[in-house]
């Protein structure tokens, strides 16, 4: 069974991002839910961290509930 979309936390986000295997989730999904108070953790962690700024620059497409 295939999983197209998932719903995704501050955690993996984080830890992809700082181990530089951020590219391995669109191999996995083809949509990345990101709800809104994940999106406001990661990316306001810091202007130095890595997550914060990778993940504000990928393209994303605002939802009612979240980014994906």
């Known amino acids: 069974m295939s999983i197209n979309r998932v ?3 501050a955690s993996p ?3 992809l991002f700082r181990s ?3 590219h391995l989730l669109p191999l996995l999904f ?3 839910l990101i709800p809104n108070a994940v999106w406001q953790e990661v990316t306001q962690t810091g202007k130095f961290d890595k997550a914060a700024i990778n993940l504000k620059n990928m393209l994303v497409v ?3 509930w979240g980014w994906f």
Do not use: A, D, L, Y
């Open 7 to 9: 719903v995704i936390n």
């Open 13 to 15: 986000i984080i830890s």
């Open 30 to 32: 083809q949509e990345i």
């Open 62 to 64: 605002p939802t009612f």
């Open 20 to 22: 530089n295997q951020e």
